[in-house]
């Protein structure tokens, strides 16, 4: 019944990790000699040297957001990671060029695999940069553009720089300031007008260090009526120490563009992953997040869209799974700044055992604004007694000839169910991970077929450890 | 040893006995029908069997083949051969029928089934008991009227051929064409392969499934047992009279 | 007639001492008690808007400096207002309050004092009882932001309704305190305090407003109602302070073990208001419905923040709050429903409906959740929108002009919470409310 796997989530299987000799390193620590060292090491233009430093400053000023978010974050030492790794900038266009190390990670992870089987192109990033990058040779023809970021703003400044920073500024949070300070790797795409993107681009983002800081930068412009769907993975080995990933990932979907963003998060338990991602959409443009939140002690990221052009569309799907002693703090945003303007958000979380989930959502509708629609649900699911989940959305509405309908429901799974499930001759964990299954069915069932496999499949195992 | 034996078992929910010694003997080829008053404990006898935990054995036995069933887990009872349908099936939103019926089935084989061999028989028995092939993918029970969630109890059973059935009031809020056709189900399910126990609190339902035994349980207990004119006599005279009966000692 | 003013009563730092000692008749406790939150008050950061609990409020219009402790009432002004205290006729007892001073009172019927009902302004209650006082007054904390106006409260407040009910006394028709703020700048500090022992009964309502349209006025004021085991409480408020007004309110709702717990309150008045409504479940097989209709035109503000504790099993609580709102007035619904871990079985709805009927109106929601049980059933929903087009068309259709049928949409729109008030010259009295600030939009 497993089909291929897209991206593979079972966390055991990314578990593991190579003594890599890195030919550069930061060091460990932040100062602004930290930022000139990827500069320098980059060869970064001037612009872009003062770009970071005046971030390093705005995220120094910032204080942690927890008299909203978990003091959890206090834990974060800033002072004890990596903040850039590499064996060299320059990814290889074959994965025989690819170190053996790294190659070896990523096919222990599936990568060239899938990437025979259904996507367009594919971005493998280790550590702090991109190792292997490539797409096919007709998308090329086409005028597509998909490199890391670092290439990115070397080959292609005139667009990068337009869009760079526009959609999330520097200041936008604490984290996004940090990425803007310290950022590398991450992809850069550019899908020309009328251009249609048949199968996703994929990056593999793949953590092999210790103490160490993932900083990608993405940014993807779907020029006018163009069409793309990217998709991003995730897995880093379980070291004792924490591990920082703090990404930002900007969109911009000109007129009539549509852009799908698909992530399956499944980073181990040591992993603080907090990340920024907002999108722009033009006129009749659509922007479309789906985000999988599986692994890590500590997730952030609402991911937004700022609807800025009439008939804008904006939708958030995503699926929070907060195992015992993590806490996936998801939610979405969704900021109208035109008329008729939709948006749609649907959210489900599972907790098990003393997972936490937390849902905060913002919707905007300012005032002179006429025929804006929002839809919001939010359904939770809690497995043990002590499991919790928490909902906290912010809406404001100007205006008469606007909607918003927000709904939010707390469940278990019923024991009725579980006993008529049983009855049928299904174990305790195969009967829990049915009814489990079915509680995110309706949103799985939007997702590319292999994400929906591998989701199931995670469900599964979770679901086996939480009882008995 | 082809048998479903329950000797004087005795049940408790919440501390109060339901049953205070029930007895009855359900060979493999017999269809048997349990008839009785409201809150006799009729249904407590169905979900004790298939293992629900509110419900606490307080005594007795019941063996089904010589095996110890008592000493199941819910999904081993139904694993070792009894199926339960329910009076009032329980929904399960999300889930398709297709899915839920085939996971049923895996769990009982070691390799997982085939999906051509399994939607071919799957479609087969659907057929069979009229119910329209979209109904695979629908939720389990979710939003469907009382006949179609008995349809489904049915072809559950078709599907996974157990060797003993309970049937809970599947006759409960059916009307007479519905219950002619969940009737038809449960007739071709018998057979030598297949102990069935009709639990019924209308002789109605035993026109259309027609048992070998009735028995009349009040209390908590057998208390009488006869061929299929007890039940008749029963829908004709009331349960006062074998009250009357046990009263006098008879 | 208003005698002239020193400016130590203006609400300025020095304002107590001079509180105190034109209120020496206070019992040492409580002066204890009031010096303490004078300094807590004192102490306590202003609210500003990086604040949760002050999200989207707009903060600046908050200070209280420019108003003074109210002065005493001319013979002439409190004949006037008693004369407006009117509006529920059918009665078990009534206050009337005017500048926080008693201007007039109908005493409980013997018969209920005889059963030991105690229905008494707080003036005469510190000193009638201290043993209840000093067992409840103030002694619930804040929850919801408003420390600081809950300890503004406790020092200056001198007044209020004491409404004591012993166990197994049932008080069929409703009792009612009147608030009134008179003149210009003056500060009130209304006060309300019910305790229903077991199995008692009991509806009260509190009516605060305004002896004029155009004076600004403060209102700071604390209720709190007690529901003991089996206790049936219900009650009413209506804030209706005039539209130049600052209002706060906090309102702490304690539920004790199989006890039905009904509030309604109407919120037509104040230029900026601010209500807290925390409701208490701490038994088990508790019940509570807590409702609220806002009517907000101009530039009104009218700020809600509510939260339902569910601290023990089995309870069930329903939250409904109605808003609508005109020209460019705000609304902030903020909505919190917390079970803990040992409150299994809860059954907590909240529900926040906002009904925008002008292009500048603004509404803000913020329902919230906070689950640690797992066997619950608990859900929000907010909806904001305007009048269904189809069904203004309709009336329209039928030679309905259009201000009437969108106040009769509008009136369709509060009826779900109008239709559940029993006491029919209760709901009357809300219908005739709401319908009266619409006739001057």
């Known amino acids: 019944m497993s089909t291929e796997a897209a991206i593979d989530i079972d966390r055991e299987k990314g578990n593991f990790s190579y003594d890599t000799e890195y030919e550069y390193n930061a060091g460990i620590g932040l100062t602004e000699e930290t930022v000139n060292y990827i500069t320098d090491v980059k060869g970064e233009d001037d612009w872009v040297r003062a770009f970071r430093l005046k971030a390093l400053e705005s995220f120094r000023s910032k204080p942690l957001p927890t008299h909203w978010a978990t003091k959890d974050l206090e834990n974060i030492d800033?002072?004890?990671?990596?903040?850039?790794?590499?064996?060299?900038?320059?990814?290889?266009?074959?994965?025989?060029?690819?170190?053996?190390?790294?190659?070896?990670?990523?096919?222990?992870?599936?990568?060239?695999?899938q990437e025979r089987a259904f996507l367009a192109g594919v971005e493998a990033q280790f550590d702090s940069e991109a190792a292997y990058s490539r797409m096919k040779d007709d998308l090329a023809k086409e005028g597509v553009i998909f490199v890391g970021s670092t290439e990115g703003l070397k080959d292609h400044p005139e667009i990068f720089r337009k869009f760079f920073g526009k959609v999330i500024p520097t200041g936008d949070n604490k984290f996004s300031a940090l990425n803007s300070a310290v950022f590398s790797g991450g992809s850069f795409i550019y899908v020309p007008p009328g251009v249609k993107v048949k199968q996703p681009l994929q990056a593999y983002f793949r953590i092999n260090a210790e103490n160490f800081g993932q900083f990608e930068r993405t940014l993807i412009i779907a020029d006018e009526g163009a069409e793309v769907t990217y998709m991003e993975g995730c897995t880093a080995p379980k070291f004792e120490t924490t591990t920082l990933h703090s990404a930002v990932v900007e969109l911009v979907a000109l007129k009539g563009a549509k852009i799908q963003y698909i992530t399956v998060q499944n980073w181990s338990a040591n992993v603080f992953n907090l990340v920024t991602k907002r999108g722009l959409a033009e006129e009749d443009a659509e922007i479309?997040?789906?985000?999988?939140?599986?692994?890590?002690?500590?997730?952030?990221?609402?991911?937004?869209?700022?609807?800025?052009?009439?008939?804008?569309?904006?939708?958030?799907?995503?699926i929070a799974l907060a195992g015992d002693g993590q806490h996936q703090d998801t939610g979405a945003k969704m900021i109208h700044m035109a008329d008729n303007t939709t948006s749609n958000i649907i959210a489900k979380s599972i907790s098990i055992g003393e997972g936490q989930s937390t849902y905060r959502g913002q919707v905007h509708i300012p005032k002179h604004l006429k025929g804006c629609r929002n839809n919001t649900e939010c359904d939770a699911l809690l497995i043990n007694t002590n499991s919790r989940t928490d909902t906290y959305p912010a809406i404001t509405v100007r205006g008469d000839d606007n909607s918003v309908q927000h709904e939010a429901s707390v469940s278990k799974v019923n024991a009725e169910q579980i006993f008529y499930l049983m009855q049928r001759g299904l174990n305790e964990g195969e009967a829990m991970s049915l009814a489990v299954n079915g509680f995110v069915n309706d949103l799985v069932k939007q997702f590319p077929m292999e994400y929906s496999v591998e989701l199931k499949r995670l469900i599964d195992m979770e679901m086996e450890g939480s009882v008995g | 040893?082809?048998?479903?034996?329950?000797?004087?078992?005795?049940?408790?929910?919440?501390?109060?006995?339901?049953?205070?010694?029930?007895?009855?003997?359900?060979?493999?080829?017999?269809?048997?029908?349990?008839?009785?008053?409201?809150?006799?404990?009729?249904?407590?006898?169905?979900?004790?069997?298939?293992?629900?935990?509110?419900?606490?054995?307080?005594?007795?036995?019941?063996?089904?083949?010589?095996?110890?069933?008592?000493?199941?887990?819910?999904?081993?009872?139904?694993?070792?051969?009894?199926?339960?349908?329910?009076?009032?099936?329980?929904?399960?939103?999300?889930?398709?029928?297709?899915?839920?019926?085939?996971?049923?089935?895996?769990?009982?084989?070691?390799?997982?089934?085939?999906?051509?061999?399994?939607?071919?028989?799957?479609?087969a028995e659907m057929e069979n008991l009229g119910i329209d092939r979209k109904f695979t993918s629908r939720s389990v029970n979710e939003g469907f009227s009382g006949g179609e969630k008995k349809r489904c109890e049915i072809l559950q059973m078709a599907m996974l051929k157990p060797e003993f059935c309970i049937l809970d009031e599947t006759d409960s809020g059916l009307d007479v064409d519905?219950?002619?056709?969940?009737?038809?189900?449960?007739?071709?399910?018998?057979?030598?392969?297949?102990?069935?126990?009709?639990?019924?609190?209308?002789?109605?339902?035993?026109?259309?499934?027609?048992?070998?035994?009735?028995?009349?349980?009040?209390?908590?207990?057998?208390?009488?047992?006869?061929?299929?004119?007890?039940?008749?006599?029963?829908?004709?005279?009331?349960?006062?009279?074998?009250?009357e009966e046990i009263a006098a000692g008879v | 007639m208003i005698t002239a003013q020193s400016d130590s009563e203006f609400l300025s730092e020095v304002v107590f001492d001079h509180f105190l000692a034109r209120h020496s008749e206070l019992p040492d406790w409580l002066v204890k008690q009031k010096q303490a939150s004078w300094t807590e008050y004192l102490a306590l950061p202003a609210p500003n808007r990086k604040m949760e609990t002050w999200r989207f409020a707009n903060v600046k219009g908050l200070g209280v400096e420019g108003f003074r402790l109210a002065p005493s009432l001319s013979e002439e002004d409190s004949q006037s207002l008693i004369e407006n205290s009117q509006n529920v006729k059918e009665t078990s007892g009534k206050l009337v309050f005017g500048n926080d001073d008693l201007v007039a009172e109908e005493a409980l019927s013997e018969e209920l004092s005889a059963k030991g009902v105690i229905f008494e302004p707080l003036e005469r209650a510190f000193a009638k009882h201290p043993e209840i006082l000093e067992e409840f007054f103030m002694a619930q904390e804040s929850a919801l932001g408003s420390e600081k106006f809950a300890a503004f409260h406790t020092a200056l407040n001198r007044n209020g309704t004491l409404l004591f009910v012993p166990a197994n006394v049932e008080i069929e028709l409703p009792l009612v305190s009147y608030h009134w703020a008179n003149g210009g700048e003056s500060a009130v500090f209304p006060h309300t305090l019910v305790i229903a022992k077991d199995n008692s009964k009991v509806t009260f309502v509190d009516i605060y407003g305004s002896s004029d349209k155009e004076s600004a006025q403060l209102a700071c004021g604390v209720s709190t109602l007690y529901a003991g085991p089996g206790a049936n409480v219900e009650y009413h408020y209506v804030q209706n302070w005039n539209e130049a007004s600052l209002s706060f309110n906090r309102l702490t709702t304690v539920a004790e073990r199989d006890s039905n717990i009904t509030a309604y309150g109407l919120n037509l008045g104040s230029k900026h208001a601010r209500n807290e409504g925390h409701t208490v479940i701490e038994g088990a097989g508790s019940n509570a419905e807590i409702l609220s209709l806002t009517v907000a035109h101009k530039e009104q503000e009218i700020d809600q923040r509510t939260l339902q504790s569910h601290n023990a099993p089995n309870s069930r609580s329903n939250l409904l709050f109605k808003n609508a709102l005109q020209d460019t007035s705000k609304t902030i619904f903020s909505g919190l429903i917390k079970v803990a871990e040992e409150a299994q079985l809860t059954d907590a709805y909240q529900t926040n409906r906002n009904l925008l009927l002008s292009p500048t109106a603004e509404a803000n929601s913020l329902p919230g959740l906070e689950i640690l049980a797992n066997d619950v059933k608990c859900s929000h929903g907010a909806t904001t929108g305007q009048i269904d087009d189809n069904e203004l068309f309709y009336l329209l259709a039928r030679g309905i002009d259009k201000p009437t049928a969108q106040k009769l949409l509008v009136f369709g729109f509060f009826e779900e919470i109008l239709e559940k008030i029993n006491n029919e010259e209760l709901a009357n009295y809300h219908r005739e409310l709401v319908h009266q600030k619409f006739e001057i939009a």
């Open chain 2, 1 to 123: 040893m082809s048998v479903l034996e329950i000797e004087n078992l005795k049940v408790n929910i919440d501390d109060k006995e339901i049953l205070n010694g029930l007895s009855l003997t359900l060979p493999k080829g017999e269809v048997h029908a349990i008839m009785g008053p409201n809150g006799t404990g009729k249904s407590t006898l169905a979900k004790a069997l298939a293992g629900h935990e509110n419900y606490e054995i307080t005594g007795g036995s019941a063996t089904m083949n010589g095996e110890d069933i008592l000493a199941l887990e819910i999904d081993e009872i139904a694993r070792a051969g009894l199926f339960l349908a329910f009076q009032y099936p329980v929904e399960i939103p999300g889930v398709s029928i297709a899915n839920f019926i085939r996971a049923a089935l895996n769990s009982r084989q070691e390799e997982d089934i085939d999906a051509v061999a399994y939607y071919k028989s799957l479609y």
């Open chain 2, 178 to 243: 519905a219950l002619k056709v969940v009737a038809e189900g449960v007739n071709q399910m018998r057979g030598e392969e297949r102990g069935i126990l009709v639990i019924t609190h209308y002789q109605r339902l035993l026109n259309y499934i027609v048992p070998d035994k009735v028995h009349i349980m009040m209390d908590g207990r057998i208390v009488k047992s006869g061929d299929k004119s007890l039940a008749l006599e029963v829908e004709e005279r009331g349960y006062d009279w074998i009250k």
């Open chain 1, 288 to 318: 479309k997040w789906i985000d999988c939140n599986i692994g890590s002690r500590l997730t952030m990221k609402y991911p937004g869209v700022i609807l800025k052009g009439r008939g804008a569309r904006g939708e958030v799907l995503s």
């Open chain 1, 78 to 113: 800033f002072d004890k990671f990596r903040y850039y790794l590499s064996k060299g900038q320059q990814p290889s266009r074959t994965w025989d060029d690819v170190p053996d190390d790294v190659k070896e990670t990523f096919e222990r992870l599936g990568i060239p695999e």
